[in-house]
């Protein structure tokens, strides 16, 4: 691992289509790569959804390489399918849809099957999250509001929270990687952190960051983490993209909630929206944007006089066809998915 980090920086560091996939016939909005496979033998499998109302199953042949759909989820969401998540085992996909709910599948022999249906958002539905354990899920829409459902046996799901904090839609929710704290992204140009209050079980927005403390000036569309967790990078529709951090150390000892602090803004790469962000754990930042093109950051260790800050290490022009709606790393793969379909690109 490190050495291949090494062999990037020294710029041997290229980016190769391997595989466009079609099937969608409409938009598509995000993917999924499944945590349970691509290790061990298990080939690997990734989800997606479009405006097309659906969700398709991806796997890799192991033996020719190439990438087929293994399975249409249909016939359950009525509008776009604009987000979809997988648990941590693997075994249940949650998709989220412009028809006001989130539907749970089960992976049961060669099918999936929808289990559990959520409702309770007043209109669309733009992400679904897990926690890192599972038992918790977590989700968003244009209501203005941020939903925490709490997974119960036999495919039970039982709303916890309904967070009231943020004035406009909302566009994402990532869970933490290693705790339980609730991150939410939104058009009033405000991230919120949320946590549990220890003594009630509610939760509770511990931290917003705004414009007022060095955050975005317009929308914020995605957010991600790095592979510790002690840090998190953001974009927006004002064409940057920031880097957060926090002393997880003390966050982690129990020793009170460690607020997050602008690190560096990373501006003039883009000049369109950028939709999305992803950090790999080999530590590289992934953006795709309404520009068409894919950008790849990595930290500059030569620039650590006034603190951390980010380089561009590759840009990818006319990745697509269209805007990028979903950047997602897999180990040593990038996926990109734009309008009707998917492009996988090894890097």
């Known amino acids: 691992m490190e050495n291949h980090t090494t062999e990037l920086y020294e710029g041997r560091f290229e980016l190769k289509e391997i595989q466009r996939l079609e099937g969608h016939t409409d938009r598509v909005w995000s993917l999924a790569w499944n945590p349970a496979t691509g290790t061990a033998g298990i080939p690997p499998v990734f989800a997606s959804c479009s405006g097309d109302k659906t969700v398709r199953i991806w796997q890799q042949s192991l033996s020719t390489g190439s990438w087929d759909c293994k399975a249409v989820l249909e016939e359950t969401h009525t509008r776009t399918v604009r987000s979809c998540a997988w648990s941590p085992t693997g075994k249940l996909l949650a998709t989220a849809s412009f028809d006001a709910t989130t539907a749970i599948w089960e992976h049961i022999g060669n099918d999936f099957e929808c289990v559990s249906t959520l409702e309770g958002h007043e209109n669309e539905v733009k992400s679904v999250v897990w926690n890192a354990s599972g038992s918790l899920l977590a989700t968003c829409g244009r209501d203005?509001?941020?939903?925490?459902?709490?997974?119960?046996?036999?495919?039970?799901?039982?709303?916890?929270?309904?967070?009231?904090?943020?004035?406009?839609?909302?566009?994402?929710v990532q869970w933490h990687p290693t705790m339980d704290l609730l991150f939410s992204c939104s058009y009033d140009n405000t991230i919120k952190i949320w946590a549990e209050d220890g003594d009630s079980d509610d939760w509770h927005c511990v931290q917003t960051l705004g414009e007022s403390n060095n955050g975005h000036s317009s929308t914020i569309w995605a957010l991600s983490f790095n592979a510790v967790g002690d840090k998190?990078?953001?974009c927006s529709d004002d064409l940057t993209i920031k880097i957060w951090d926090t002393d997880s150390m003390r966050m982690q000892s129990g020793d009170g909630y460690a607020p997050w602090k602008h690190l560096?803004?990373?501006?003039g790469y883009h000049d369109r929206t950028i939709f999305?962000?992803?950090?790999s754990r080999e530590g590289i930042i992934a953006s795709g944007a309404a520009d068409d093109a894919i950008r790849f950051f990595v930290e500059d260790k030569d620039g650590l006089v006034d603190g951390p800050t980010y380089k561009l290490l590759l840009k990818k022009e006319k990745a697509h066809d269209m805007d990028i709606n979903s950047v997602q790393w897999s180990t040593g793969i990038v996926l990109v998915s734009i309008n009707a379909f998917e492009r996988l690109a090894r890097v």
């Open 264 to 267: 560096c803004t990373l501006s």
């Open 276 to 279: 999305s962000v992803h950090w």
């Open 232 to 234: 998190m990078v953001t």
């Open 144 to 172: 203005k509001s941020v939903w925490i459902w709490e997974v119960l046996p036999g495919n039970e799901f039982e709303c916890v929270s309904v967070l009231q904090g943020h004035t406009q839609d909302v566009k994402m």
